[in-house]
């Protein structure tokens, strides 16, 4: 079983920057895939990014590549997402998730969630 409790949220103006952290429990958690996913009202949850169990492969959903970098301690058991030039449509409501598939970036293929964390954007 694994536990994922996010952290880092918060407004901010447009352009600015937030990282999120996400620690887990659990000592299977180095060998699975994760991901951060975000759902903004009235729409769907979707991918962010996601990570290899190796911190390797790096996908990033159009809308944030270039100015979003997710990585991952395994040591430390936690996985970050590091968030530049925020935009307003950036706003939604943050989740980690991890798969117990080593790398995948569908969203039917997470079975473990954190609560979310609000990340707010205003122009």
Known sequence: QVQLVESGGGSVQAGESLRLSCAASGRTFSSYGAGWFRQAPGKERELVAGISWRGT?????????GRFTISRDNAKNTVSLQMNSLKP???????????TLSWTTRRADYNYWGQGTQVTVSS
Do not use: F, H, N
């Open 89 to 99: 449509e950036d706003t939604a409501v943050y989740y980690c998730a991890a798969s």
């Open 57 to 65: 492969l790096p996908s990033y959903a159009d809308a944030v590549k």
